[in-house]
């Protein structure tokens, strides 16, 4: 009989890498393992040869890579006695957080900025049961907020500034590492709070053997030295939306504003860590306009039959025109994540497809003759 091995997610996956014990009740949805997927035709349109992957990071469990890092700051909110879990979010937050509490019977809170978040966030954080907090203010406004009331309330932080997020967000990179038996030359991530470039630096150090000044948990004495896994780490490579992009403009910025919602952030919650990585892998940061955005979006959608929520295309477009430049250099292996899944926000979608819908009567001549006006 062959022995089948469940998957029951990243925490027990990488349960030696993560702060867990054998006691620790394990608050998991099954995330992680999404796959890598080769991109087959955007590389062509570059005129560059370029192995180009993306991990679709849509693929977890409430459609967005949040999921990583809630396992573990919920399990360890749980392990620590925690009743409530408190975010604010421009959405994917919100919804991991709301269906990780329902998963380990606490509250969540969320505070989200009124009118900017995409509809099927909105409609998870709701569904799954969390008390869902509109503000009349941006994400920023909500992330000030939250800091200042789980002072005065008992309740667990959850964002990415809790360092249990980017502990779970790590594994990412090792997923990555395990599946090409190396790490990528280059990696490119969209930016908002910089907590994702981060975490994967964290990944690709760990697995590395090499320290980083970008990890909040050890604080310079990683808890999890071991035998490098790989030789290499990449350079890392974090879009902004030119909105939204105070990497770019080397400060805060007050009033961000992009069509990736997801990314509409403008004062960084891991702005000195970020600028580690980005010393320290030898990267870069760099803007793409709201056009651009979408451009790849679509380009991800018509020519991969990916589709991923708009502040995850950044990646792919900014990806796309640095491999086109020769900044990122011909022969290289470049991976791309794809944060969220494009269902999350179906109005974008919808309105970037106008007229992209016939109406006909209900009868077959009908039918026909739009199947062969179509093919014409
Ligand atoms: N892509 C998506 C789809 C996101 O939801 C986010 C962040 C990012 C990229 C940026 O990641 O902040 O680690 O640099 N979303 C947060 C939220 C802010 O509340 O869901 P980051």
Known sequence: MSESKRYTGLIEKYRDRLPVTPDTRVISIGEGNTPLIRLENIPATTGKQIDLYVKYEGLNPTGSFKDRGMT??????????????????????????????????????????????????????????????????????????????????????????????????????????????????FH??????????????????????????????CEGQCRYPSAAVTGSRPVMVGYQATGAAPFLRGHMVDHPETVATAIRIGHPQS?????????????????????????????????????????????????????????????SSVVCTLTGHGLKDPDTAIKQCQGGMLTIDANLDAVKAAILDSLA
């Open 271 to 331: 702005w000195d860590r970020a600028w580690s990585v980005q010393k320290e892998s030898g990267g870069w940061f760099d803007e793409c306009t709201d056009e651009e955005i979408l451009a790849a979006q679509k380009l991800l959608t018509e020519q991969e039959g990916i589709f991923c929520e708009p502040a995850s295309a950044t990646s792919v477009a900014g990806a796309v025109r640095d491999i086109r430049s020769g900044r990122i250099p011909e022969g």
């Open 188 to 217: 490119c991530l969209p930016v908002g709070n910089a907590g994702n470039i981060t975490a994967h630096w964290i990944g690709y150090s760990e697995y590395a053997g090499l320290q980083t000044a970008a990890c909040a948990f």
């Open 72 to 185: 573990m700051a919920v399990t360890q909110a749980v392990a620590e006695g925690s009743r409530a879990i408190i975010c604010a979010s421009t959405g994917n937050t919100s919804a991991a957080a709301a269906a990780y509490a329902a998963r380990a019977g606490i509250t969540a809170f969320v505070l989200i900025p009124e009118g900017k978040i995409a509809l099927g966030k909105l409609a998870q954080a709701m569904i799954h049961g969390a008390v869902v907090i509109q503000i009349r203010g941006n994400f920023d406004a909500g992330m000030a907020l939250v800091k200042e009331v789980a002072e005065h309330a008992p309740v667990t932080i959850v964002n990415s500034i809790n360092p249990y997020r980017l502990q779970g967000q790590k594994t990412a990179a090792f997923e990555i590492v395990d599946e090409l038996g190396r790490a990528p030359d």
